[in-house]
């Protein structure tokens, strides 16, 4: 496994991530490691953006055309 150090945490960000770490009941370095694997299975904004123009355009009807078809008829 690897180490990583991070430097120069505001003291506000430390404490809201120990109470955080202390509501799950983990310790501060058992949440993070949680929270980074977390983040890293996610895809990046780019990878997102890249998947969502890939997709392409659909033509939707009218959402009064689609509101016309539930409402029941009086």
């Known amino acids: 496994m690897t ?3 991070v430097r ?3 003291e ?3 404490r809201a991530l120990k ?3 202390a509501l799950e009941g983990k310790s501060l370095s ?3 490691r949680d929270e980074l694997e977390r983040l890293a299975t996610q895809p990046s ?3 997102l953006l ?7 355009r659909r033509e939707l009807p009218p959402a009064e055309a689609v509101l016309a078809q ?3 008829s009086a």
């Open 3 to 5: 180490t990583i150090q």
């Open 8 to 10: 120069n945490v505001p």
């Open 12 to 14: 506000e960000t430390s």
């Open 19 to 21: 109470a955080k770490a």
């Open 30 to 32: 058992d949440y993070l």
């Open 45 to 47: 904004r780019a990878e």
């Open 50 to 56: 890249a998947r969502i123009s890939e997709r392409g």
């Open 70 to 72: 539930q409402r029941p």
